[in-house]
Nanobody, 128 residues
Framework: QVQLVESGGGLVQAGGSLRLSCAAS????????MGWFRQAPGKEREFVAA????????YYADSVKGRFTISRDNAKNTLYLQMNSLKPEDTAVYYC?????????????????????WGQGTQVTVSS
């Protein structure tokens, strides 16, 4: 089991940047692909980005491609999401998750609706 704690959210103006962190406990972190998800008020949770266990492969939702960068440091058991050129529509609670080994990259986005429990997340608010 991997326990995860998100941090780094805050209030930022449109066009600004934030870097989210996800601290993991347990030695299994480096064996999991990891993902970021978000949920805006009144909307369903959605996939944002994912990264393979080695960091060699990354995947992004079309809405954030070119603006967000996912990365990981397995030595520090930490996942990151660098968010640039933020827009008001990026306002949401952001969550990280360890992606099940049976899940193929094509199904990562489905995990937003199938995962049963989530951490507390970190709030990102982008003002216009």
């Amino acid at each position: 089991q991997v326990q995860l704690v998100e941090s780094g959210g805050g209030l930022v103006q449109a066009g600004g940047s934030l870097r989210l962190s996800c601290a993991a406990s347990g030695r299994a972190f480096s064996t999991y692909a990891m993902g970021w998800f978000r949920q805006a008020p009144g909307k369903e949770r959605e996939f944002v980005a994912a990264i393979s266990w080695s960091g060699d492969s990354t995947y992004y939702a079309d809405s954030v491609k070119g603006r967000f960068t996912i990365s990981r440091d397995n030595a520090k058991n930490t996942l990151y999401l660098q968010m640039n050129s933020l827009k008001p529509e990026d306002t949401a609670v952001y969550y990280c998750a360890a992606l099940p080994h049976y899940l193929s990259p094509a199904r990562y986005s489905d995990y937003a609706s199938t995962k049963r429990s989530w951490g507390q997340g970190t709030q990102v608010t982008v003002s216009s």
